[in-house]
């Protein structure tokens, strides 16, 4: 953009927290030039040069931190509570003006960077073209066109169904020609109506060949795995992040796997468990009817939600005890978990006894390593994008500093984010009784 070089920005901060897991450093300075950071330290070694014209933002009452990134999202849904099967029914074009609002919300809350991971056909291709032709904001996208499934399988709607490697390497490649930054696979079944979320879908060869397909075009993948065997499968094949990484038996019992845990913490894959998502289905249950309305067949299912949820924060646990690289990402606005709220589930990353500086890592610089962006994001260093936020408080003392997002910039720009009142509509409440 003409002369945005010559534009120069000094933020000051009262505390700066750079991502990179350093204690965080009071009164910092941050310089920016055009979209880029040019140099941080500490305030009084900071400036932009003498002939400069330069701007100052002046944070030096709040945390400034890296923008989050949120390494699942999907675009499409609501977070309403409607299946992805009701989702598939919709439009593309009403898929694309509902992931555009969603999009707002992202960065509007301080997610500044997303990777997404089940949108139907071209919507969030096209959303992404939109945001580039300046029609609406968004935050950076790492998309993956659409996830690649089998017949039947989970998210099998949303348009990408492929049968043996040969149809893997296929769909890899159009998914590639069609503008893909990564490819998801759903190594399992899962909330799709017609799929066995306790069963592997894909074979180990057909995994084989979609991995190592988009291996070679140089892109990451990552495999939606709601039991063991697609877990086992996933890491057999090569897959780089294992999402969800639920432990579970073709008969429904859940059992931790201390050898497919090792296995992944020393392979280095990347797990996301998505917590939250969980739990916010309890939340829905207790905010729609009330504890004492629940119907038999409710109060069951909530039951077995709470379990599920239990045994995932403890599942967690463990991984994080043996090295397992745990990252953020939010799964929203998947089942009844609205986009906007990244924050909850790296809540719940800290309930799994992850470190305070760890879980801000989480959703920041780690989230970035582990999409393929950490050249370019997650951390506060020279020469990386100035993605950045300011928060009130400090969110390795308590991280619901990361719901007092003060103000948001990305590529050096500030956001206009409209309203306090349409920030706060966006947060998901906690039930009263919660
Ligand atoms: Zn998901």
Same mark, same amino acid.
């Given at each position: ?81 409607r ?8 439009s ?32 969030? *291709? ?36 492929v ?34 979320? *306790?069963?592997p ?17 140089? *892109?990451l ?58 739990r ?33 924060i ?34 719940? *990353? ?6 305070a ?61 409209g ?16």
């Amino acid at each position: 953009m003409a002369g945005r070089l010559d534009s120069f920005t000094l933020i000051r901060a009262g505390l700066l927290i750079d991502g990179r897991g350093g204690p965080p450093l009071e009164r910092a300075a941050v310089l920016v030039r055009g979209s880029s950071i040019l140099a941080v330290g500490p305030e009084h070694e900071i400036a932009a040069p003498e002939s400069a014209h330069a701007q100052t933002l002046d944070f030096s009452d709040r945390t400034v931190m890296p923008g989050m990134v949120d390494c699942h999202t999907h675009h499409n849904g609501f977070g309403d509570g409607r299946a992805g099967d009701d989702l598939a029914a919709l439009s593309d074009e009403t898929l694309t003006l509902q992931s555009a609002r969603n999009a707002r919300a992202s960065l509007f809350t301080g997610v500044t960077t997303i990777r997404e991971n089940g949108p139907k056909n071209a919507t969030m *291709l096209r959303l992404r073209d939109a945001v580039r032709q300046g029609v609406t904001v968004g935050p950076r996208m790492v998309l993956c066109g659409r996830p690649v499934s089998i017949i039947g399988g989970h998210m099998s709607y949303f348009g990408s169904v492929v049968t043996g490697p040969v149809e893997g390497r296929a769909m890899v490649r159009q998914l590639v020609k069609e503008g893909a930054d990564y490819i998801k696979i759903t190594a399992t079944g899962g909330s799709t109506r017609t799929s066995y979320p *306790l069963l592997p879908s894909f074979d180990v060869d057909e995994l084989t060949a979609i991995a190592g397909e988009a291996r070679k075009f140089g *892109l990451l993948t990552a495999a939606h795995c709601t039991s063991t065997q697609g877990i086992v499968n996933s890491l057999d094949a090569g897959v780089d992040m294992i999402i969800h990484c639920i432990f579970r038996e073709p008969d429904g019992r859940f059992d931790f796997k201390d050898d497919v845990a090792d296995r992944l913490a020393e392979r280095g894959a990347f797990v996301n468990p998505t917590l939250h998502v969980l739990r916010s289905r309890i939340w829905a249950a207790l905010r729609n009817h009330g504890e004492a309305a629940l119907t038999t067949a409710a109060r069951r299912r909530m039951d077995e939600d709470e379990r599920a949820f239990e045994t995932a924060i403890e599942h967690t646990r463990r991984l994080i005890e043996r090295g397992a690289n745990v990252i953020t990402g939010s799964d929203s606005s998947w089942g009844d978990y609205p986009l906007g709220n990244a924050v909850y589930e790296t809540e719940c *990353l800290l309930m799994a006894g992850m470190p305070a500086m760890d879980a801000v890592m989480s959703v920041t610089s780690k989230a970035a390593k582990a999409i393929g962006v950490d050249e370019t994001v997650g951390s506060i260093e020279p020469g990386k994008e100035a993605d950045l936020i300011a928060v009130e408080g400090n969110p390795v003392e308590n991280l619901d500093a990361l719901w007092a997002v003060t103000d948001v910039m990305a590529d050096g720009r500030l956001v206009e984010r409209g309203s306090q009142e349409s920030i706060s509509a966006t947060r998901q409440l906690r039930p009263a009784s919660s």
